[in-house]
């Protein structure tokens, strides 16, 4: 599902790929990539409140995680917080 999403995100469906990236979590909610694939193409469709959300579950996971904190602080910015 999330080669699919690639490919949708590759090709501009991103409604179809934020789909896949949601369902995907649902098998695998612990899958930290698509998570991270999750909040880039929310971010890319501007729902940045969601994107937020995603990218504030994946820092907690791992606070020390630079890459991580970068995709954390992107997100904040998109929001003005």
Request: aromatic share 6%.
């Given at each position: 599902?999330?080669?699919?999403?690639q490919i949708?995100v590759?090709h501009?469906?991103?409604?179809?790929?934020?789909f896949?990236?949601e369902?995907?979590?649902?098998?695998?909610?612990?899958?930290?990539?698509?998570?991270?694939?999750?909040?880039h193409?929310l971010h890319k469709?501007?729902k940045?409140?969601r994107a937020?959300?995603?990218?504030?579950?994946?820092?907690q996971?791992?606070?020390?995680?630079?890459?991580?904190?970068?995709?954390l602080?992107?997100?904040?910015v998109?929001v003005?917080?």
């Amino acid at each position: 599902m999330r080669l699919l999403a690639q490919i949708g995100v590759k090709h501009y469906v991103l409604d179809d790929a934020e789909f896949l990236l949601e369902s995907a979590l649902e098998f695998a909610p612990g899958h930290d990539g698509v998570r991270q694939d999750l909040v880039h193409v929310l971010h890319k469709r501007q729902k940045y409140e969601r994107a937020l959300q995603q990218a504030q579950a994946l820092y907690q996971g791992a606070p020390d995680n630079g890459h991580l904190q970068m995709l954390l602080a992107n997100q904040l910015v998109a929001v003005s917080q």
